[in-house]
């Protein structure tokens, strides 16, 4: 069973960048899909994008697709997303979130969720 733990999370201007990093333990790291998902105040969870087992396989939400990328390093057992020009609607809870299947599409059915962290994007 994976244990995940976000970390990177801040205060960012609208524009700037931002790297949020998903740290794993226990399990066989590279036998789980990763994905970012985010959840704003008073809204529902989302899916932002999803890595597969080796990193080739990636998925991306519309509303981040150009912005966001996420990438995986199964030696030291992280994941993480690199954020550009960021915009005051991305600011959210950041949640990393592991599955075992190799599928990175929608709809996001993780098992395995970090407790998340902060990023807030001001204007």
């Known amino acids: 069973q994976v244990q995940l733990v976000e970390s990177g999370g801040g205060l960012v201007q609208a524009g700037g960048s931002l790297r949020v990093s998903c740290a794993a333990s226990g399990g066989t790291f590279s036998s789980y899909a990763v994905g970012w998902l985010r959840q704003a105040p008073g809204k529902e969870r989302e899916f932002v994008a999803a890595?597969?087992?080796?990193?080739?396989?990636?998925y991306y939400a519309d509303s981040v697709k150009g912005r966001f990328t996420i990438s995986r390093d199964n030696a030291k057992k992280t994941v993480d997303l690199q954020m550009n020009n960021l915009k005051p609607e991305d600011t959210a809870v950041y949640y990393c979130?592991?599955?075992?299947?190799?599928?990175?599409?929608?709809?996001?059915?993780?098992?395995?969720w970090g407790q998340g962290t902060q990023v807030t994007v001001t204007s």
């Open positions: 979130a592991a599955r075992e299947e190799n599928i990175v599409s929608p709809p996001p059915r993780y098992k395995y």
């Open positions: 890595v597969g087992w080796r990193g080739a396989l990636t």
